[in-house]
């Protein structure tokens, strides 16, 4: 049935289409869930705060994989596990030496993980297991930290298979063992940023792995994901906003200046979270312990005035701290620049990816969701001469 102009009518007309599929449930899961007015986040029944400083990195990857936390010899197996994992294949190696020095890091990773998957087909190409997630969340701080000592001019670091993640990782990346002050912090970085729900990365990779495609093609997915801007590009830009404060004495001419002129204000505000954002809450401890002393003060002024600012411009609409802002704070007082802390925040993630792969495989259907056509229908070709 046709209307007048032209428009075929579609019987998804009659679905509900929310914009950005806010509110549709995708998938049902068991690993993490943000519960937004709360604001709480939970991994497999564990409150974050329950786990951030107690429990490390591997001890989250083992609980989202397996939905308990390890004993002791579980705990000492995923280790070597992971320690055994992180060498790269020459050929990854040599299609990050053939990389550009100017590209960017996020680019090299969405790269080096799919030459991972060309490379190592034999171990990819099957339906992805835990030996899979294991290897891949492995390489994925290997392929960053080589990325980011070959664009300097340097040969990459061999790993050392009996450090943690977070210590290899800065260990790869700056060729001298970490110092506890910074790889701690890192930790509690990467368990924060484990997991979160269906967020946009995170369904990229369940609906590449509902196609029955490997494990690299849906981190490969995820990483394209959060590259952008609206997703895991932000943390840079708050350090950037940071430094062009650069004093707690210019935070009110600068917040009123970039407000009066309608800008946006970084690190605040959430899609999910209508109360304080947890992992904020806890990263702001970890920057006050971690960070340098003036930095941390223009952090918590900028933010708190941010905040005030906000909250008299917009009243009854409040925002509140989001987990990029402090993000900022802790990855630059491990040493990391700008450009890094969004692939960081990969480094974390993949564990929550390959979870949720494993997740979608177990009762895996396809992810073929409807669209309403609202385009005509009744047009008629015209050969060149005449258009």
Request: aromatic share 8%.
């Amino acid at each position: 049935m046709s209307s007048a102009n032209g428009t075929q009518a579609d019987p998804a007309a009659s679905l509900p289409k929310p914009e950005g599929l806010e509110g549709v449930v995708a998938a049902a899961t068991a690993l993490s869930h943000v519960f937004g007015e709360e604001g709480r986040l939970v991994y497999r029944g564990y409150d974050i705060h329950e786990l951030a400083g107690k429990a490390g990195f591997e001890e989250v990857a083992y609980l989202l994989w397996h939905g308990r936390l390890p004993n002791g010899a579980e705990l000492d197996d995923l280790r070597q596990r992971l320690g055994a994992n992180r060498a790269l294949p020459e050929s990854v190696l040599a299609t990050l030496r053939a990389l550009p020095g100017d590209a960017e890091p996020m680019d090299a990773l969405r790269t080096g993980v799919s030459a991972l998957g060309a490379a190592e087909h034999g171990l990819f190409d099957a339906t992805p297991d835990l030996d899979e997630a294991i290897a891949v969340t492995a390489r994925v701080p290997s392929i960053l930290a080589a990325f980011f000592r070959l664009r300097r001019g340097e040969e990459p670091v061999p790993p050392r298979p009996e450090l943690n993640t977070a210590q290899s990782y800065l260990y790869q990346l700056f060729g001298r063992e970490p110092e506890p002050r910074h790889w701690r912090p890192l930790e509690v970085y990467l368990v924060l940023l484990a997991d979160h729900g269906m967020n946009a990365s995170t369904f990229t990779a369940r609906v590449i792995a509902s196609t029955q495609s490997d494990l690299c093609s849906a981190i490969t997915g995820a990483v394209g994901a959060l590259k952008g801007p609206l997703h895991g590009g932000a943390p840079s830009k708050v350090l950037d906003m940071l430094n062009e404060i650069g004093s707690v004495a210019n935070v009110e001419p600068w917040l009123t200046r970039a407000l009066d002129g309608g800008e946006r204000l970084m690190g605040f505000g959430h899609r999910v979270y209508k109360a304080e954002d947890p992992r904020a809450e806890i990263l702001r401890g970890m920057a006050e312990e971690a960070s340098d002393p003036a930095f941390f003060a223009l952090s918590k002024t900028t933010e708190e005035r941010a905040l005030a600012m906000l909250e008299e411009r917009k009243p009854g609409r409040r925002l509140y701290t989001n987990v990029e802002f402090y993000s900022a704070a802790v990855l630059a007082a491990v040493g990391l620049p700008g450009d890094m802390f969004t692939p960081t925040f990969a480094v974390a993630r993949t564990v929550g990816w390959t979870a949720h792969v494993l997740e979608q495989m177990a009762n895996n259907r396809l992810i073929r969701p409807q669209s309403e056509f609202v385009g005509p229908t009744d047009k008629h070709f015209a050969a060149i001469e005449a258009r």
